[in-house]
């Protein structure tokens, strides 16, 4: 029998006391399957900077564990310090470091121009305070020159100091298998978690997976366009597409599975139920 992998979730800071509350009827709801932790998303450009250190703030004092990401793209070294230095001052010890976006229509004029260079500042900075998790991409970073070069990249940052890995949401089990493949041909042992996106809507979804790269299988596709505006069927097919793909990864007994909430919590609710976690 598979061995059960610890769960966490993702957030993104609210912007209004409306989603502030929100999110935490969210928290409340899914802290039933005692997760590992949530994670808050920092803003293209660092827009949200402060909005994810509030977050973060607000789900720690509901006693569960809150794990910032922090990016660095148009970020000087002088911010990123202060920065890591008052999550060590709060005793947040646990970190998701990434490259992250320009804001539309800005150039970065930062210190960092790849992850690597902030979890080797991190690192620098403060040792072995912080567990820093990075990105990956099964299916391949868009901005990539090739596969080679993005699981180069990604060898880059484990040198660097990072202790796990959470992967970009995919459909294609076997794409994040062959990925596993070509790390453990790199020598790479850290933890990888498999990063899952429940299925809410055609358009938003597409959206996401035009942004970072990932692939809806055009069977998927269709039978999800087959639903027209009929949310709740389409909801419904979602959560057993997704129970499915989770199942899969669980035989394959990945360490952990990382939820793409949106801030929501039915439906990955049903997800984790048909999973018996």
Wanted: hydrophobic residues 35%.
């Amino acid at each position: 029998m598979a061995k059960s992998p610890t769960i966490s979730f993702e957030f993104f800071p609210p912007r209004t006391d409306e989603g502030v509350q929100k999110l935490k009827d969210t928290v409340t709801n899914l802290n039933v399957f005692n997760p590992e932790f949530y994670s808050v998303t920092f803003g293209a450009g660092g827009s949200t900077r402060e909005k994810t250190l509030e977050t973060v703030m607000q789900i720690k004092a509901m006693n569960a564990n809150a794990v910032p990401h922090i990016s660095c793209i148009s970020s000087s070294k002088d911010e990123v310090h202060d920065l890591i230095m008052n999550y060590q001052a709060k005793n947040i010890n646990h970190l998701v470091a990434l490259r992250g976006d320009n804001p539309s229509g800005v150039v970065g004029d930062g210190d960092f121009n790849h992850a690597n260079e902030l979890v080797e500042f991190i690192r620098q900075e403060t040792g072995n305070f912080f567990k820093i998790e990075v990105a990956a991409y099964p299916e391949f970073h868009p901005e990539s020159l090739s596969a080679e070069q993005d699981l180069d990249n990604f060898k880059k940052k484990i040198d660097a100091g990072a202790d796990g890995a959470i992967t970009q949401f995919f459909f294609n089990v076997d794409a994040y298998f062959k990925f596993m493949e070509e790390c453990d041909k790199r020598k790479i042992t850290i933890p990888i978690t498999p990063g899952i996106m429940p299925i809410y809507n055609i358009k938003q979804l597409s959206r996401f997976a035009s942004n970072c790269g990932a692939e809806i299988p055009r069977w998927l596709r269709l039978k999800l366009e087959g639903f027209n505006d009929d949310l709740d069927s389409l909801r419904d097919y979602g959560v057993e597409v997704i129970s499915e793909l989770c199942e899969t990864l669980i035989q394959y007994e990945v360490p952990s599975i990382h939820f793409y909430t949106l801030n929501k919590s039915k439906t990955v609710s049903r997800i984790i139920k048909n999973l018996h976690l």
